[in-house]
């Protein structure tokens, strides 16, 4: 069964930093793109990093670009996300996905539960 | 960049009819879009891949249309499992925009 568990959220002050973590667990880590997205309180979500099976492309939302980074260790079956110089509007659930490969795009095909970041002071 | 406009806003029907939602984007995104189901406090689930093609585990009641601009997904019979929101997403260009949601309530 896959299984994507977030960790690492909480309340931190803007300006502050955060690492998210994600374990993944019953598929082979190693063969996928994987993604953070997130979704503010009652708004739409968004496609904040996606990372490439061996982590030499990684693609950010203009909006996280110089403050975050994603990473990914194969071995441990691992998936992070650095925040830096986090501001009030990146308070968010996110969520860790693991994308699919269709003919036409990627498409992120499990999810794991959200982790909820909080920007306040 | 692309922007995704989903329509109606809200949808308000009972058990048994039909639902369709609709999804435009500003410049064509050809075939690569997908559709999201989204139940509260829960994460979004995948149904519909490549504009049409359903994602492991989804009913056959779940179908996907369409290709550049304008997409459709239709639900053939609502099941009252199925009252959530629905987002569509382009995977075509970056940023990789989703819509606003649709939400499909019971009425």
């Known amino acids: 069964e896959v299984q994507l568990v977030e960790s690492g959220g909480g309340l931190v002050q803007p300006g502050g930093s955060l690492r998210l973590s994600c374990a993944a667990s019953?598929?082979?880590?190693?063969?996928?793109?994987m993604t953070w997205v997130r979704q503010a309180p009652g708004k739409r979500l968004e496609w904040v990093a996606n990372i490439r099976q061996d982590g030499n492309a990684k693609f950010y939302v203009d909006s996280v670009q110089g403050r975050f980074t994603i990473s990914r260790d194969n071995a441990r079956n691992s998936l992070d996300l650095q925040m830096n110089s986090l501001r009030v509007e990146d308070t968010a659930v996110y969520y860790c996905v693991r994308e699919l490969e269709g003919s036409e795009g990627y498409y992120g095909d499990y999810w794991g539960q959200g982790i909820l970041v909080t920007v306040s002071s | 960049e692309i922007v995704l406009t989903q329509s109606p806003a809200t949808l308000s029907l009972s058990p048994g009819e039909r639902a369709t939602l609709s999804c435009r984007a500003s410049?064509?995104?050809?075939?690569?879009l997908a559709w999201y189901q989204q139940k509260p406090g829960q994460a979004p689930r995948l149904l519909i891949y490549?504009?049409?093609n359903r994602a492991s585990g989804i009913p056959v009641r779940f179908s996907g249309s369409g290709s550049g601009t304008d997409f459709t997904l239709t639900i053939s019979s609502l099941e009252p499992e199925d009252f959530a929101v629905y987002y569509c997403h382009q995977r075509s260009a970056w940023p990789l925009p989703f819509g606003g949601g649709t939400k499909v309530e019971i009425k």
């Open positions: 019953g598929f082979t880590f190693s063969s996928h793109w």
């Open positions: 410049q064509s995104v050809s075939r690569s």
């Open positions: 490549d504009a049409s």
